[in-house]
């Protein structure tokens, strides 16, 4: 037998046969003297040298190397058109110490997916994008692509590429080297041995990165495409080399991998017994008292707040159900939201129940907390016969009187700017409703109070108007004993 | 232990959270905004990822990144961002991918509004991508169902490997209810076919491409056989009152809740009305509603869109009772009473009817 020396041989992150393919497995889907072949080689070559066939992610979007997976013997993912660089993105989030290389076409990477690279770049996502510039669409069969030169025949610009309807061509690399987080960007070609032994280089280098934890790098392959180009390989080569360059010059266009910082990796989870605290969800802690002995009496209060924004309608509604919870009751707070919330009205239905709450909506309410005028005017006539009106105002405004329901009209506010501060006027409403319905004890009240409001003096006051609010209840003679 | 009083977006990401999701990806949306904000606080404090992604388009693709590296991952949007992620949705769905999806609809079409409705019924029970795919949706009524079909739709995500939608309306979302939040579980380990950058995962490939058409049909065919498995196994509904009714109303989500004080309403006035809420949109509660079926003389549905639902339920009923319809859209809810006296004027002529075949 004779016995030889293997000088030169397939990469490791190859696979021996393309089983994936469904025939023709010794050989690529590529055309020949396409480049896809050649990048892939320099690629398989610097995962090889690097010894990180296991760690390697290889996302290849819609394109000619949507079937980059037949040949890469690491692990695969395909992605949808131009979303390469978001899927890497959170590739990389969720597995960090894998090598994510996210292979894009100039179609994928420059045209649909231009927001997604933008972005990827801009966040420095510690990824590598090896970008295919062959300036056309090749799987569609030749359309235009971004990077299409002027004056180029595409099969959607016949005529050929015009400034004036396609505008100029693209260039990735000058563009993403105007962002302040890209780590390395160089531009490449294939147009002949020289120029492959650079591309390889950069191939490397921009994986290099990745491993030693930098930010982002893109090299972007000057490639050529002799199917679409209808160019013979020699001739297609030739185009890369003289032509392509006049548009988009090679070499390096941002290069901090000297200095550049490892991105932080992130920090160790807190153990699980932690988690409860840290989105305080009160796991293990015991009922309190209230909650533990259900109240005997039956409770219906159907409540709407209504009022401006920034009269604490909202505020208001939550004292009252977290309240209604602690004594034990069912409750739920619905406001409207959106817009309205940031001018004009604002209102929010509350409902306190013994029993289960089945509408969490408040259209017949039996107690109506109008804090304005046309707050008034809107939900009056909707108040149940014998349910409460209290209306922040000194006198109620003419026909609105209603004789089937108890009313209280008082200038809440300016009780409570007497108190202060004129933000309170909801909580000196609120002391009055709970004494002239009797509905919550003291206790309730300040344990919500003690759970919403977190600054002492925000607490001092809304205790204070709370009281005022019962005093205000119990002169207009509405005490429930 | 203690009930905590809890908006329903929040209660969306806590329960993720405690059932060892990690990985959040969104864009804002109002009514969904606060499931993002709420993420972006306590995803990074537990351990976990946040990430405003540039659109809702990138927001869908990191999920399918996510879930193919084997982790539980969520986003939340609202119609527009729904119908920008689509696309995303059918390749999650073709490439086995598991994750979940929360919509909390506004008004719609175009820009529409920011008020509750449920127009986006369509678009998400349906399938609102391309190709032969379905998403398994879940419709929650109250922030405790917020909580706890979260905590369902990463086990169904995960089960069928496919993405899972918690379909909520605007106010589910933004009113606070009591919740009892279960205790925290730990992030489950990867799955054996997520590519994860070992020596052990390294064959492993995450694709919805076959190009040879046998190939394809193959595929087809299986997921429809997970669907089919999920038809069957995975109906959810609640009956409420169901037992004696004779006219059924049909609601999910907040209406639900609105039907649910019509019954009571209702029963009071001497009518026999009960409810069927659909808690699984897809797989749809069909069979119940066949068995209600044999008994009801009518159904109502009620929904915040223009007869998406009722499309259902006049399939899963075919004919054989008359199913009649109330819409409210554009952001306006019925009141109880409203509905009351719709159903008043439906079930006049059925009870006119009745005596004139008995009589
Ligand atoms: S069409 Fe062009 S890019 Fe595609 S495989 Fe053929 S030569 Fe390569």
């Not at chain 1, 076409?105 to 420095?124: P, Q, V």
């Not at chain 1, 309410?365 to 409460?388: H, I, R």
């Amino acid at each position: 037998m004779a016995s030889y020396t293997v000088a030169y041989e397939k990469s490791k992150s190859f696979f021996e046969a393309y089983e994936r393919k469904a025939e023709l497995q010794h050989q690529t889907h590529y055309c020949p003297g396409c480049g896809h072949g050649i990048v892939h080689k320099l690629i398989a070559n610097a995962i090889d040298e690097l010894g990180i066939q296991d760690r390697t992610i290889l996302i290849t979007p819609v394109g000619c190397s949507v079937f980059a997976y037949y040949y890469f013997d690491t692990g695969n993912i395909q992605s949808a058109h131009g979303r390469a660089a978001a899927v890497a993105t959170a590739v990389k989030r969720a597995r960090p110490d894998s090598i994510v290389l996210s292979y894009q076409g100039d179609g994928d990477l420059a045209a649909i997916g231009s927001a997604e690279i933008l972005h990827a770049a801009n966040r420095g996502e510690g990824i590598t994008v090896i970008f295919i510039n062959n300036a056309i669409y090749g799987m569609t069969g030749g359309q235009v692509a971004p990077t299409t030169l002027l004056g180029q025949k595409t099969t959607t610009t016949p005529f050929g590429r015009s400034e004036w309807n396609e505008g100029y061509p693209l260039k990735v690399a000058e563009l993403l080297a105007s962002l302040e987080a890209p780590v390395y960007i160089e531009r490449v070609g294939l147009g002949n041995n020289k120029q492959i032994m650079q591309a390889g280089r950069a191939v490397r280098r921009a994986i290099e990165n990745q491993v030693r934890g930098l930010g982002f790098s893109l090299v972007e392959v000057l490639s050529p495409c002799p199917t679409i180009w209808k160019l013979d390989p020699v001739d297609a080569q030739r185009r890369v080399r003289e032509e392509m360059p006049k548009t988009f010059p090679l070499g390096v266009f941002r290069d901090r991998t000297k200095e550049a910082a490892a991105r932080p990796r992130p920090p160790a989870p807190p153990p699980i017994a932690e988690i409860p605290r840290i989105l305080s969800v009160a796991n293990g802690l015991p009922r309190t008292k209230a909650e533990s002995q259900r109240s005997t009496i039956q409770v219906d209060l159907r409540v709407k707040i209504a009022g401006f924004g920034g009269q604490g309608v909202l505020m208001l509604g939550e004292v009252l159900a977290e309240a209604g919870l602690d004594a034990g009751l069912e409750v739920s707070w619905l406001p409207s939201y959106g817009p309205e919330m940031r001018s004009g009205t604002s209102n929010c239905h509350v409902r306190l129940a013994s029993r289960p709450i089945d509408s969490p909506l408040v259209s017949r309410p039996n107690a109506l907390l109008a804090l304005n005028e046309p707050s008034l005017d809107k939900f009056l006539t909707s108040v149940e016969a014998g349910g409460w009106v209290l209306y922040n105002g000194a006198a109620l405004p003419d026909g609105c009187a209603r004789a089937d329901v108890h009313t209280i009209s008082e200038n809440f506010t300016q009780l409570a700017d007497e108190l202060g501060d004129s933000r309170a006027g909801n909580m000196v409403m609120l002391g009055a409703l709970l004494e002239a319905t009797g509905m919550l004890s003291g206790d309730s009240i300040r344990t919500a109070l003690e759970r919403l409001v977190k600054s002492q003096r925000w607490l001092e006051i809304d205790r204070q108007a709370l009281g005022r609010g019962r005093e205000v209840a119990r002169r207009g003679g509405f005490h429930a004993s | 232990m203690r009930k905590q009083l809890t908006k329903g977006n929040e209660a969306i990401v806590k329960s993720a959270i405690l059932a060892g999701c990690r990985t959040f990806y969104g864009y804002p949306i109002t009514p969904a905004s606060e499931i993002a904000e709420a993420a972006a606080l306590y995803m990074p404090q537990a351990g976990g990822v946040f990430l405003q992604a540039e659109s809702e388009v990138a927001a869908i693709n990191m999920l399918y990144g996510a879930a193919a590296a084997g982790v539980r991952c969520m986003t939340a949007s609202s119609g527009p961002g729904i119908s920008l992620m689509q696309e995303g949705i059918s390749y999650l769905a073709g490439a086995e991918l598991p994750c979940v999806i929360a919509d909390i609809m506004r008004g719609g079409p175009g820009l529409g509004n920011i008020a509750p409705e449920q127009g986006d019924y369509h678009q998400v029970v349906k399938g609102g991508g391309h190709g032969n795919y379905r998403t398994i949706v879940l419709a929650p009524d109250s922030v405790q169902e917020m909580a706890g079909l979260t905590a369902l739709a990463f086990d169904l995500a995960d089960e069928y490997r496919n993405p899972v939608v918690v379909l909520a309306d605007g106010y589910i979302g933004q009113m606070m209810e009591p919740v009892e939040f279960p205790p925290a579980s730990a992030p489950r380990p990867a799955p054996g076919w997520a590519v994860q950058g070992t020596a052990e995962a390294r064959r492993n490939l995450i694709t919805s491409i076959y190009l040879e058409p046998d190939g394809l049909e193959a595929h087809v065919r299986k997921l429809d056989a997970k669907y089919r498995q999920a038809e069957e196994r995975e109906v959810r509904a609640e009956a409420w009152r169901t037992e004696d009714a004779e006219i059924v109303l049909v609601g999910y989500g907040i209406v639900a809740r609105v039907l649910k004080a019509v019954v009571e309403q209702a029963r009071a006035c001497g009518l026999a009305v009960g409810l069927l809420r659909p808690i699984t949109l897809y797989p749809f509660p069909s069979g119940e509603l066949q068995r209600l079926s044999r008994r009801a003389r009518m159904f109502l549905v009620v929904e915040l869109s223009n007869g998406q639902l009722w499309e259902d339920v006049r399939l899963a009923v075919e004919g054989r009772t008359p199913v009649e319809l109330y819409t409210r859209v554009g952001g306006n809810v019925p009141s109880a009473e409203e509905v009351l006296a719709v159903l008043w004027g439906k079930a006049r002529p059925l009870a006119e009817r009745e005596e004139l075949v008995h009589g």
